[in-house]
């Protein structure tokens, strides 16, 4: 019976890499092959040196004048010299094209992996981001990229430089002299030992490195986010104080790594000095004797050299390793990460004649945070570093139990409830951010399940309590759901938004930027403008989520204006807490406990006495009594 396949988390990072990059693969054999001839090319020089000399002691009887049928040491001498220049030349030419494609591969691969990466993370489920911290999501997209090419710009030749220079100088060793083989690589095993109980010790270092870097920039990013808030608590010395924690701690991480690893030369330097004394002393003697040519006794001694010593750069080729070890790891753990919600194939069908796009139906839909989360807490960024960045799956109380909600096509419903009531959830589960639990989801009839993204979400125009704009003109945030709409659309879509007029008194107009999350703009300028960039896409369905829980009164009232203009021509959804602004919904859904505990419009609810009625007069001071028709 053949054994399971090991877990991806066991399989050697390089083995997973390879299988990552097929259509690189022509590329690292050549770039390998290349290095192995440079490295070869490297090694003959050594070995030149030890003809020169034998042409200088043996005269006529030298190995080039016998190869070559040539007595007269200067014509041998000018042999060699061409053959030492086509060796350098080989060697020169060898270094040019490894060193090329090493590096083009790096880059490519360090980019591939970076899109693959981004393009993998935006469409894993909002699950999965709520159970990792952000800082180490940026240290595998920026860091951890960047480790990795540099290991394969350096790290890969280097590696591959000193196992062939291992093995050719071995093999000149014993061609030579057995005895001196077995002296001169006495070092090697220590060596070899040496570097194996340094790798262990090192790799756990390398990893607490991700992790504090990881921590370090989740706390700067978030420090940066929130600045105003900062500075309006005067917090920025204790911010200052947590960053310089965090960042000591990164420091210290580095250090730890860094001691272990800058010891490892020191050592290494003490067992090629026993090696080259040993060929020195007894290669020699063996010389001396007449047991060994001179020429090839200095051969001996260089090539002592060129076996050992590289050996000195062996530290900073396993420090190269590790880190890239470490990085190709969480970039590949990261890839791997399941994406649990996944794209439909089902396109919306084209509306029939007179008939209105949008109508969406909740049958005893059931939803709890632990069911969205469930695919996502098998995933790792870093595996060794799970219980810093997810969160413990624990069971979570459900959210929805068995919601029924119908909003027909064309009209205008909104959904309020005390906090906690699911209200929110609604939307993201029409918006497929989790997939219900159970019960069935349906938009114009056919499943959300089965819609592809782009048509589920293009159906969609979402607007939220965080009015999010991107560092870019006002111009270019009204096009990111409609990237080709013309300017008299987007024009029209800020009228419709009551956001026109604000636009045009900017410096630039709709040229103007709007920096970064839209800073330059007040709270109100920046809810009308995402409520235009979801009219600009010309939706099917509105949602508006708290869309003006955080403007004052006056462009409350701009806003109400404009909704009652753009709901004409669609299906519109609003979550609510300010029962003033959806009054006048065709149909008003009042939630508690994950269930519809009323539905009916504004007068009908206040006219049943219960859970509306209670907001109403909480929010207005208004009494029961108070309404007309209850004197």
Request: glycine fraction near 8%.
């Amino acid at each position: 019976m053949a054994k399971p396949a090991p877990p991806t988390t066991e399989i050697h990072p390089l083995t997973r890499l390879w299988r990552r990059v097929p259509k690189y693969r022509g590329k690292i054999i050549r770039a390998t092959s290349l290095t192995v001839a440079n490295q070869l090319a490297d090694v003959l020089p050594e070995l030149l040196i030890g003809v020169a000399i034998d042409i200088v002691v043996r005269e006529d009887q030298s190995f080039i004048g016998t190869i070559f049928d040539v007595p007269d040491r200067e014509e041998q001498l000018l042999i060699l010299a061409g053959i030492t220049a086509v060796v350098w030349m080989i060697e020169s030419l060898t270094q040019f094209l490894s060193d090329r494609i090493w590096k083009n591969l790096s880059q490519s691969i360090q980019h591939d992996l970076r899109m693959d990466s981004y393009r993998h993370v935006q469409e894993l489920e909002l699950a999965w981001f709520e159970d990792r911290a952000s800082g180490r999501l940026m240290t595998v997209l920026g860091d951890d990229v960047n480790q990795l090419e540099r290991f394969l710009d350096i790290g890969a030749s280097k590696i591959i430089t000193t196992i062939v220079s291992t093995i050719a100088v071995g093999i000149v060793f014993l061609t030579i002299s057995p005895l001196l083989t077995l002296l001169a690589f006495l070092p090697i095993p220590v060596i070899v030992t040496g570097s194996l109980v340094f790798q262990r010790r090192l790799e756990p270092r390398y990893a607490a490195v991700r992790d504090e870097a990881g921590a370090l920039n989740g706390l700067i990013g978030g420090n940066l986010g929130g600045i105003a808030t900062i500075k309006a608590f005067a917090a920025e010395a204790s911010e200052a104080h947590r960053v310089e924690r965090a960042s000591d701690a990164y420091a210290d991480a580095n250090r730890k790594a860094i001691t272990l690893s800058v010891a490892f030369v020191p050592l290494i330097r003490m067992a090629i000095l026993v090696g080259f004394i040993v060929t020195l002393v007894v290669g020699g003697h063996e010389t001396l004797n007449g047991n060994l040519e001179v020429g090839l006794y200095s051969v001996l001694v260089f090539m002592t050299q060129r076996l050992l010593w590289p050996l000195t750069a062996l530290g900073e080729t396993l420090d190269l390793y590790q880190r890239g070890m470490a990085s190709t790891r969480n970039i590949l753990n990261l890839l791997d990460a399941p994406i649990g919600v996944q794209s439909g194939t089902v396109e919306l069908p084209e509306p029939k004649d007179g008939q209105r796009p949008g109508a969406v139906r909740f049958d005893g839909v059931t939803f709890s945070y632990d069911d969205g989360a469930s695919v996502a807490g098998d995933a790792e960024v870093d595996d060794e570093a799970d219980d810093a960045t997810a969160v413990e799956s624990k069971p979570v109380a459900p959210v929805l139990r068995g919601l029924d909600l119908d909003v027909p096509a064309g009209e205008t419903h909104a959904i309020v409830g005390a906090t906690g009531a699911g209200k929110s959830t609604v939307v993201k589960l029409l918006l497929r951010l989790y997939d219900a639990g159970g019960g069935s989801l349906t938009l114009d009839g056919v499943p959300v399940r089965d819609l592809t993204f782009a048509s589920l979400r293009g159906a969609i125009g979402y607007v939220g309590q965080d009015t999010f704009l991107f560092d870019g003109t006002v111009a270019e945030n009204l096009r990111y759901g409609a990237p080709d709409a013309p300017l008299e659309v987007l024009k029209r879509a800020a009228e419709l938004a009551e956001a026109h007029d604000f636009v045009e008194a900017l410096p630039q107009g709709y040229d103007t930027r709007v920096g970064e999350r839209g800073v330059r703009l007040s709270g109100g300028q920046r809810q009308r403008l995402t409520i235009a960039r979801a009219i600009a896409r010309d939706p099917a369905i509105l949602v508006l989520d708290e869309a003006t829980s955080a403007v004052d009164n006056e462009t409350e009232a701009a806003i109400q204006r404009s909704l009652a203009r753009v709901s004409r021509e669609r299906t519109t959804i609003v979550i609510a807490h300010r029962l003033s602004t959806i009054r006048h919904a065709d149909r008003i859904h009042v939630m508690a406990d994950g269930v519809v505990a009323e539905a009916g419009t504004h007068d009908e609810l206040l006219g049943l006495g219960g859970r509306y009625a209670a907001l109403w007069s909480v929010q207005t001071g208004e009494l029961p009594s108070d309404r007309p028709g209850n004197a």
